[in-house]
């Protein structure tokens, strides 16, 4: 069996207290005009990876005073609806490499 090479495309975020987190980007798509971004906290420890139950973060691409920048999505129904595409998205994508793997 072939091994890929694959090399995590890693975002550092801050968040409004400062704090820096590093995280792991899942998938990219755009919705009515809107770009969202699913990631996963970075952990670069494959052991600690299948133990943590890490929970998939969404943000948006918004623009203030011409500057691009990844925000929280406020609005409950949005998050809802953009969570649920991204997951649905992401299984079938290691659904995908399950397969080629077969």
Same mark, same amino acid.
Do not use: L, P, Q, S
């Given at each position: 069996m072939e091994e890929k090479d694959y090399t995590p495309e890693i975002f550092t975020l801050t968040d409004e207290e400062g704090n820096a987190q590093e995280f792991e980007l899942m998938d990219v798509m755009e919705e009515n005009g809107t770009v969202y971004y699913a990631l996963l906290p970075y952990l670069d420890d494959p052991d600690a990876v299948l133990e943590e139950d890490a929970e998939l973060v969404v943000l +948006?691409?918004? @623009?203030?005073?011409?500057e691009e920048f990844l925000a929280t999505i406020d609005n409950d129904e949005e998050?809802?609806?953009?969570?649920?595409?991204?997951i649905d998205r992401?299984? +079938?994508?290691? @659904?995908?490499?399950d397969d080629e793997e077969s």
């Open positions: +948006k691409v918004a @623009e203030e005073n011409g998050y809802e609806h953009i969570g649920a595409i991204f992401i299984n +079938k994508m290691f @659904e995908d490499e």
